[in-house]
């Protein structure tokens, strides 16, 4: 295998172990919230079905908890066996997040033990609940400190380059980059939002097989207002984002925005076709509203590709990917808003057969939005690993094997996928809503 084909199949199993690690990771984030959420609902109204909602998600978490494990691990043993270059030279500014995400989770995992071990222990739920707040930080936490990592090498700071060599390392200065605010907000919120359309899918699913019970509408309700309220945060934070990338990496805004020639008053490019590389036909064009997103001044000059080399211009079709990011997003802000207004003006379209399905469908199609986003940060930044400093060919190993490596790793993933959704699927089917409500009815008496 020659080093060209090292470097392909480093960035395809990374790229592999990336997109199956972010399904576990985000529901790892963001079920802990709206878990307690469910519980403080509960305790508030002394509503049984909140507290129930509690349990039952808290059951489904631990199996995600369990993966994302694994996973996680995998990503750590990748990062050194795939991209030694990168690990040798900026080993010793991620050490410090990286640190910092084990010991989140660690956080996280220790209260969510307790948590999980005193249920029905405490008089007063409301000290039972308190233990979810450790959880839910320790899992946001752990977002943010590996976030961190990903926006240094977007926009490494806190060093000095000297003859191939980081030296003068401030490990906090390289963690609080310029990239950080915007990615982690934006990890966070859709984390939160994606958490909460996955949960609100189940809910729908369950309501359109035909079980009426006030614990699935209760669910839909929570889930979809939850989902409401991250999704519009999401935009907002889109847009800073969008306001970075045009100051700090005006490459990555031009390559997914197919933006080619510096000008003013630019227009944001949507949908379309490229053609011989440059020609965008099909696309609907939105005048001003680059220049916008770019500098919130609709006159405003945007950087085009023209200004870059062109062995430094991300692959353009990361514009496919932002397209496919937003128009999710948008959708599912849409769909939830319908719902919390459709239950607030009380109109029984909420409850259609159509409407529940979009439901059901918004979940996968927010992990899908989960993904894509993923995938554009990532490209987004090529040919660079250290935006830069580094490029992703100067990084990768030159080991052989590392095609061997991928298909065992598919293998590891197979077995993960499929084990998980087994237990899940039968945890909760042998247990239905119905039974449990019935069993702790009979326990009260």
Known sequence: MDNEQAV???????????????????????????????????????????????????????????????TGTAIGLQLNLLWPTFMELAGNVIALPLFMETFAFFFEAIFLGIYLYTWDRFEDQRKHMLLLIPVAIGASFSAVFITMVNAFMNAPQGFEFSNGDLINVQPIIAMFNPAMPTKVAHVLATAYMTSAFILAAIGAYRLLKGSNHDYHKKALLLTMKVGLVFSIAAAIIGDFSGK?????????????????????????????????????????????????LAHGDPNAEVIGLDQFPEDEIPPLYIHYLFITMVLIGMFAALLSSFYVLGNWLRRKFIFKRF????????????????????????????????????????????????????????????????????????????NPVEQELLDRQKERR
């Not at 045009?246 to 990555?252: C, L």
């Not at 990768?396 to 293998?411: E, H, K, P, R, W």
């Open 244 to 292: 970075y990338l045009a100051e700090y990496q005006p490459e990555k805004l031009a390559a997914l925005e197919w933006h080619f020639e510096t000008e003013e008053a630019a227009s944001l490019t949507l949908f379309g076709i490229l053609e011989n590389g440059e020609e965008v036909k099909y696309a609907l064009k939105i005048p001003y509203a680059l220049s916008i």
């Open 355 to 430: 409407f529940l399905w979009l439901i059901v469908v918004s979940g996968p199609l927010s992990m899908l939005a989960i993904e894509a986003g993923w995938w554009l940060a990532e490209v987004g930044r090529q040919p660079w690993v250290l935006r830069g400093l580094l490029k992703t060919k100067d990084a990768a190993t030159t080991s052989g094997q590392v095609d061997l490596m991928l298909y065992l790793f598919i293998l590891l993933y197979l077995v993960l996928g499929f084990a998980s959704a087994f237990v899940l699927i039968r945890m909760f089917k042998h």
């Open 8 to 70: 392909f199949f480093s960035r395809l199993l990374t790229e592999l172990t990336l997109s199956f690690h972010i399904i576990y990771a985000t529901i790892g984030v963001g079920i802990p919230l709206l878990i307690f959420i469910a519980q403080w609902m509960g305790i508030k109204k002394q509503d049984e079905h909140y507290i129930l909602l509690a349990r039952r998600w808290t059951r489904g978490f631990i199996i995600t908890v369990a993966v994302g494990v694994v």
